[in-house]
């Protein structure tokens, strides 16, 4: 969803849909209270299930008519979050263009401060990125990149010397993101996945074959014979993409 081809999309249509009016009510519903954003899994795929080329290669997948309604629902959440792998590929501005809204906070997890000083996040003047980084990532750059406008939040590293998701959630919701939206790459949905930390699916169906890079990686937990069965599910289309929505079960959140 955060190729770099130029779309120029008819907007007439883009007035307040159902599957739209769903996810709207799903995000003001929220649990108040919760320790962390509302977080919304959002991508687009083949129909093989493949959300990049291979090697890694960007795809736009998305036609014009979902590419409008991923832009509303861009506009819907307070933040927007992807890992250093969409950047690099895809240098994506992370705003929201084909319809009129609010830009959400852009949010980059980058566990070893690979953000390159030319990205164009950090061109945009209206909204600047937050990078997730662990502490012992790259001194030496934090304060290249936060000359750029950038800023870094820095973490403890798990296990495996990364950024730790709920402490970086929880971070967001201190800093007042309540709705965050997730949109890749295949590493941070299935980090996701396996730790039970989205509430709902928005996924992009488009009517074409790859053979590449899969959105649930194995490390997600979820492997035969083990199915992870979601709730109310919703389908609407949009041009020729089919867009399916639904509930992650309440025992993961």
């Not at 739209?20 to 649990?31: P, S």
């Not at 080329?53 to 979050?81: E, K, T, W, Y």
């Not at 950024?163 to 993101?177: H, M």
Request: glycine content about 8%.
């Amino acid at each position: 969803m955060t190729g770099n081809s130029k779309v120029h999309a008819d907007t007439s249509h883009a007035t307040t849909d159902e599957l739209l009016a769903q996810i709207r009510r799903r995000l003001v519903a929220a649990d108040p209270d919760m320790p962390r954003p509302y977080v919304t899994l959002c991508y687009a795929q083949s129909l093989d299930g493949s959300i990049a080329g291979v090697p890694r290669r960007p795809l736009a997948l998305s036609c014009a008519a979902s590419l409008v309604f991923v832009h509303q629902l861009r506009a819907l959440h307070d933040g927007i979050l992807v890992g250093i792998g969409t950047v690099l590929s895809d240098d994506p501005r992370l705003t929201v263009r084909l319809v009129p809204g609010k830009h959400p906070q852009p949010v980059v997890l980058d566990s070893h401060l690979r953000f390159p000083i030319h990205a164009r996040l950090l061109q945009e003047k209206i909204t600047r990125p937050w990078i997730a980084a662990a502490e012992a990532a790259a001194p030496e750059k934090q304060s290249i990149l936060a000359q750029g406008g950038a800023r870094i939040l820095r973490f403890p590293a798990d296990c495996d010397g990364l950024v730790p998701l709920a402490p970086l959630l929880r971070e967001l919701r201190r800093e007042g993101i309540h709705t965050l939206m997730v949109e890749g790459g295949a590493r941070i949905i299935s980090r996701m996945l396996a730790q039970g930390l989205a509430d709902q699916l928005v996924v992009t169906l488009a009517p074409c074959l790859v053979g590449g890079l899969r959105a649930v990686l194995p490390c997600c937990g979820i492997a035969p014979p083990e199915v992870l069965e979601l709730h109310n599910p919703h389908y609407q289309q949009y041009g020729d993409d089919l867009v399916i929505r639904a509930d992650f079960p309440r025992g993961r959140r």
